[in-house]
């Protein structure tokens, strides 16, 4: 008898160690490089240099369009950013003038916007591809006009003596890419 | 010598079974791709399905008493970000053992899911279950919601393991 008693103690010794107190379940979320840009709103942009009111005055040296709005959204790994360089991909800036573009505060959006390298006050020479805006981690900037960066162009005459009377168009392209 | 030996381990089972948890049902949320330049995600949280996890609860009841157990909840991260936050509520009752004697009780508003063990809800065990300690509640539907997705966030996947923990009251 006191053979069974022990086996039984045992046995319920042995159910009370097999019990399951806890349970578990897994949550996985998986969020993907994104990286997206463009320009609102669609269309081109017209810089025309005016007659001056007077003979003998220069041209109005200085034209600008504002009506360009630069956005994107990125998402990045950890310690990896982005950055916008901006080119002249088509047309060539006529002789004797020159196109810059600023871009000016960010308006809207969020995260690491990053950091304008060609702001309004000193406006990079459009031409070749140059760094525009640096250091973009996960940000995005709102959508269409009124968000993101307002592009400024501006046109100016570099050397009276080469312009020449005409229309001429550029295409301007801009990359994100990551550093 | 007979009944005194048939109470002892009658008392000796009562006292040394118990309770037990299973759960079941993993979720892995999808993310919809960003479609429109200068937006982030579209909806910065996500919903699982009304029975994403289910919980099943087994060895309950006693002939003695009411029993009232408690599942705690809590997760354990892996890979995680602070401005993602999970919740976790009953979205059903699951299906008892006995009808009318088990119940579950609470948890029924999302509640946050954080690193400490917190009550989720109660299960409530009827004198009359007659279960022996063998009364059970079996999947109890549990449903997530998952907010602060954005692309502020790394790139990467996160991923964290809940726990449920049952503790008798």
Do not use: C
Not at chain 2, 16 to 30: A, D, E, L
Not at chain 2, 135 to 161: D, F, Q, R
Request: net charge positive; aromatic share 6%; hydrophobic share 40%.
């Amino acid at each position: 008898m006191r053979k069974f008693v022990l086996i039984s103690l045992s046995t319920l010794i042995y159910l009370k160690s097999q019990a399951q107190t806890s349970g578990s379940a897994s949550v996985s979320l998986t969020l993907s490089s994104v990286a997206r840009i463009s320009i609102a709103s669609s269309g081109s942009s017209t810089l025309s240099l005016g007659s001056p009111s007077t003979a003998g005055l220069p041209l109005s040296t200085t034209a600008k369009d504002e009506t360009k709005w630069l956005n994107f959204t990125s998402a990045v790994g950890s310690g990896v950013s982005r950055r916008i360089e901006a080119s002249i991909s088509a047309g060539t800036v006529p002789n004797g003038l020159e196109l810059k573009l600023g871009l000016n505060t960010a308006v809207g959006g969020g995260g690491t916007l990053g950091t304008i390298v060609a702001n309004v006050a000193s406006p990079i020479k459009l031409g070749a591809s140059a760094i525009v805006l640096d250091n973009i981690t996960g940000a995005y900037t709102g959508v269409g006009v009124g968000n993101g960066f307002k592009l400024t162009y501006t046109i100016n005459v570099s050397n009276y003596g080469l312009l020449r009377r005409g229309t001429s168009v550029v295409q301007i392209t801009y990359t994100l890419i990551d550093n | 010598m007979k009944i005194r030996l048939l109470t002892f381990l009658l008392s000796l089972n009562l006292i040394v079974k118990g309770q037990t948890i299973s759960v079941s049902g993993n979720w892995i949320p999808t993310v919809t791709a960003i479609t429109t330049t200068g937006s982030d995600y579209s909806s910065s949280a996500l919903t699982s399905a009304a029975n994403q996890t289910l919980i099943t609860a087994g060895g309950l009841g006693s002939l003695l008493s009411i029993k009232n157990y408690q599942i705690s909840v809590s997760k354990t991260n892996t890979n995680w970000h602070n401005n993602l936050v999970l919740t976790a509520r009953r979205t059903g009752t699951g299906t008892p053992s006995f009808l009318g004697l088990l119940s579950a009780s609470g948890g029924t508003t999302a509640q946050t899911i954080t690193n400490i063990s917190t009550a989720f809800f109660t299960i409530n065990v009827s004198i009359l279950s007659l279960g022996l300690g063998n009364a059970s509640i079996s999947n109890i539907p549990i449903e997530y919601s998952l907010s602060g997705i954005s692309v502020i966030l790394p790139a990467k996947t996160y991923s964290t393991t809940i726990t449920y923990t049952i503790v008798e009251l």
